[in-house]
């Protein structure tokens, strides 16, 4: 029996944000753009891809791809025009482990937060800066503050 001879699409719901990070790109800043891509099934999330194509504001070929799953964890797959196809097809993805929360941390250990690059104002520093030390890293694009 063939995994997907029972398998059915109704329940299952596709997001697709082909280029997030709209803003950014018309401003040149690049590196902020991502393609988002999410699968929920019966509305529960399953799978999500968040594509970087331009690693860089220098747009030199080089990207990230981070997916995953609830059941299998996170991974990450570089990316670089320059590679051969042999080279392509040899890459594997890199896991990436999870945050521990209970690990104790060293004192000089500070927070990073994501923040908006646009919608940002004085308010949300006050209140992100409660979490001391915190280093706020200003971000453009939703998926860019996954890398």
Same mark, same amino acid.
Request: with cysteine.
């Given at each position: *029996? ?9 329940? #299952?719901c596709?997001?697709?944000? &082909?280029?997030?990070g709209?803003?950014?790109?018309c401003?040149?800043? *690049? @590196? #902020?753009?991502t393609? *988002?891509?999410?699968l @929920?099934?019966n ?9 970087? &194509?331009? /690693?860089?504001?220098d747009n030199?070929? /080089?990207?990230?791809t ?10 990450k797959l570089e990316?670089?025009c320059?590679l051969s196809?042999?080279e392509?097809?040899?890459?594997q &993805? ?7 929360q209970?690990?104790?941390v @060293?004192?000089d250990y /500070?927070v990073r937060?994501?923040? @908006?690059?646009t ?6 520093q006050?209140?992100i800066?409660?979490?001391s ?8 694009? #939703?998926?860019? /503050?996954v890398?």
């Amino acid at each position: *029996l063939d995994k997907f001879d029972d398998f059915s699409t109704e329940g #299952a719901c596709v997001w697709i944000d &082909p280029l997030d990070g709209t803003n950014d790109f018309c401003k040149g800043n *690049l @590196s #902020a753009v991502t393609v *988002l891509i999410g699968l @929920s099934i019966n509305g529960v999330p399953k799978a999500g891809v968040v594509h970087n &194509p331009f /690693k860089t504001n220098d747009n030199d070929g /080089k990207g990230i791809t981070i997916f995953g799953t609830q059941e299998h964890g996170a991974f990450k797959l570089e990316y670089d025009c320059h590679l051969s196809k042999e080279e392509l097809a040899a890459r594997q &993805p890199v896991y990436l482990e999870p945050f521990n929360q209970e690990a104790e941390v @060293s004192d000089d250990y /500070k927070v990073r937060v994501a923040a @908006s690059l646009t919608h940002f104002n004085q308010m949300m520093q006050d209140i992100i800066e409660q979490i001391s030390p915190v280093e706020i890293c200003r971000l453009g694009g #939703a998926g860019n /503050k996954v890398n």
